[in-house]
């Protein structure tokens, strides 16, 4: 039912990417069905807060984070953030990227779970997860909107045990 509210562009942002637009779901009554699903998931985990991936995750985050009335942790591209963060880079579908948290707003043995709008390659959640880990804290789970199976991400963050959740997947057919 959400996958109908999602727009494909072909080659976006460069050619040979068939871009899923989340902001054509925003747009519409996908919306409402993309949050209650995620809320689903969510509503009956015990975790203490949610990080949500820049830039599309804190829409889906932060309405969650309200709505289960936990903390939300911003995962930003670097140089975004005031304070002091921790970075780590890492490589995407189509380049090079850097993201950063702030280094106060995660503690020891607190469990999190993140949320982004969808999961490709997973380099960047791979990323955020081992940025949580080296805090000595625990990923409960990643919850997405969409999965991309095809590109392998979440394939990659079921093998390191973590709980992942997603409403819709696409298998590179569609």
């Not at 390659?121 to 081992?130: A, F, H, M």
Request: hydrophobic share 40%; aromatic share 10%.
């Amino acid at each position: 039912m959400i996958k109908k509210y999602i727009k494909n562009y072909p080659d976006f942002p460069v050619e040979g990417v068939d871009f899923k637009c989340t902001a054509s779901l925003c747009a519409s009554k996908g919306f409402n069905l993309a949050n209650d699903y995620l809320y689903s998931v969510i509503k009956n985990r015990s975790f203490d807060k949610i990080v949500g991936v820049d830039a599309r995750g804190f829409i889906f985050a932060s309405i969650l984070a309200y709505r289960i009335e936990k903390p939300l942790i911003l995962a930003r591209k670097a140089g975004k953030l005031p304070g002091k963060t921790v970075s780590k880079s890492y490589s995407l579908e189509y380049g090079e990227a850097c993201i950063e948290i702030k280094e106060e707003d995660i503690e020891k043995g607190e469990k999190i779970i993140i949320v982004d709008d969808l999961m490709a390659t997973g380099g960047t959640v791979e990323t955020i997860i081992d940025m949580i880990e080296e805090k000595k804290a625990i990923v409960d789970s990643v919850i997405c909107v969409m999965d991309l199976k095809f590109l392998g991400g979440s394939d990659r963050i079921r093998t390191r045990k973590i709980n992942f959740f997603h409403g819709i997947v696409y298998d590179g057919l569609d």
